[in-house]
Structures are given as structure tokens and as C-alpha cells.
């Protein structure tokens, strides 16, 4: 066989070779191209979604302005005592005072008549 023949022949392969590789990057790249197109356009509407929802969310709130009266709870002393530095309070001031210093939710009612 004649060597420029076999020259040619693997030029010619060589080639071929080479023009495959580079059809299939270019293949590749499309393809990549493609998907990130596709995902931006699906980003795009989930984006455009999630606000149109919240905007219809926000617009369905109702401000609603409310008095709120509670009993206010106090002693009013007419005239204060202090002996020997101890302040005096009345029954009830003292099971709510107790009642906070011990954690308990509710003072213990008076009168239930058993010593501890």
C-alpha cells in the first residue's frame, strides 16, 4: 500500500474524529443552554406566582382597630401606717403578693380555715 495513501487516510480520520468532538461540544453547550433557559423562564414564573399571591394575601387583610378595657385592680390606701418598717396590707393584697413570690397562678382563697 502506498504510505501517502495511508497518510490521507488517517488525515481523513483525523478529521472526522476532530469534527465529531467539536460537533459534540457545540451539541453540548446548546443543550446546557437550553436547560438554564429553562429553568430561568420556570424560576421566572414561580417568582411572578409567589407575588401575586402575596399581593392578593395583603390585599384581603382587614384592619380592624379594637378598645380593649380590662379591670384595673388597686388599693387605695386613705392613710398610710408604717410601723417599726413593716408595711401592712390588707388580706387580699397579701395572698396576691404570696401568690407571686411561690409562682402560684391563683392565690389560695381565704378562710379555709386549716393552719399549716
Do not use: F
Amino acid at each position: 500500500m502506498n504510505p501517502w495513501a495511508l497518510l490521507g487516510i488517517v488525515l481523513a480520520v483525523g478529521a472526522m474524529v476532530g469534527g465529531a468532538y467539536m460537533q459534540g461540544r457545540k451539541d453540548g453547550e446548546n443543550k446546557i443552554q437550553s436547560q438554564q433557559a429553562r429553568e430561568e423562564t420556570i424560576a421566572r414564573a414561580a417568582a411572578d406566582s409567589a407575588a401575586s399571591a402575596a399581593a392578593a394575601a395583603i390585599s384581603a387583610i382587614k384592619v380592624q382597630h379594637r378598645t380593649i378595657t380590662q379591670e384595673v385592680q388597686r388599693d387605695v390606701l386613705e392613710k398610710t401606717v408604717y410601723r417599726d418598717s413593716d408595711c401592712r396590707h390588707d388580706a387580699d393584697s397579701l395572698r396576691r403578693i404570696n401568690a407571686a413570690l411561690t409562682g402560684a397562678s391563683q392565690p389560695e382563697p381565704a378562710g379555709s380555715g386549716v393552719l399549716p
